[in-house]
């Protein structure tokens, strides 16, 4: 069982930056781990993805270049450094772990994942 805890969304203005963490625990082997978002009226989608072993990471078309994927393995934390956050960034960020493994990418369909944190809120105001 995996239990994951999110912190550090809020509210920036557009341009700027946020550093999401999930914090892991649990007695647990994942290979994958990710994040993905919600907003208001739309589907959860994924945002980036990266095996636990080995540090491979692959992202969404609309976040290349500005979120960047990254673990601590030593502190069962995943983060995710958001930078030029765009009002079409906010939403709803959740942690999930157990993605499914595709090669050395993981999986960015929600429906691959087996376990979810609570979420926490990110809003961008243009």
């Known amino acids: 069982q995996i239990q994951l805890t999110e912190s550090g969304g809020g509210s920036v203005q557009a341009g700027g930056s946020l550093r999401l963490s999930c914090e892991a625990s649990g007695n647990f082997r994942t290979s994958c781990m990710g994040w993905f978002r919600q907003a208001p009226g739309k589907e959860r989608e994924g945002v980036a993805g990266?095996?636990?072993?080995?540090?491979?990471?692959n992202y969404d078309e609309s976040v290349k270049g500005r979120f960047t994927i990254s673990q601590d393995n030593a502190k069962n934390t995943l983060y995710l450094q958001m930078n030029s956050l765009k009002p079409e960034d906010s939403g709803v960020y959740y942690c999930a772990a157990a993605l499914a493994r595709i090669g050395n990418s993981c999986s960015l369909n929600p429906k691959s994942a087996s376990y979810w944190g609570q979420g926490t809120q990110v809003t961008v105001s243009s």
């Open positions: 990266i095996v636990t072993i080995g540090g491979h990471t």
